[in-house]
């Protein structure tokens, strides 16, 4: 367990955020906090995207291969209506 710096970036928007957070946090941790923090509203089917590839919600950063600097993609499920 050790401790990254993060860029998470909303898609949605473009806005960005730098945030400490340990490698053995899992995705669906990172979207409670985000949420919890107020950077993100609570929208069901928040996703996170490193490389390309959607975060599963029990993976942590570290199995995702996510290190100090990198930046995951925060894609909100909004749909018109």
Known sequence: MSDVDITFRNENNGKEVEVTVSDDMTA????????????IPNVPGT????????LRPNQTL???GVVSGDTIGIFLN???G
């Not at 990172?30 to 923090?37: D, K, P, T």
């Not at 996703?47 to 959607?54: K, W």
Request: hydrophobic share 50%; charged share 20%.
């Open 28 to 39: 669906d941790a990172i979207v409670r906090n985000l949420i919890e923090a107020g950077v």
């Open 47 to 54: 996703t996170l995207v490193f490389r390309n590839m959607q």
């Open 62 to 64: 570290a199995q995702a």
């Open 78 to 80: 909004t749909r018109g």
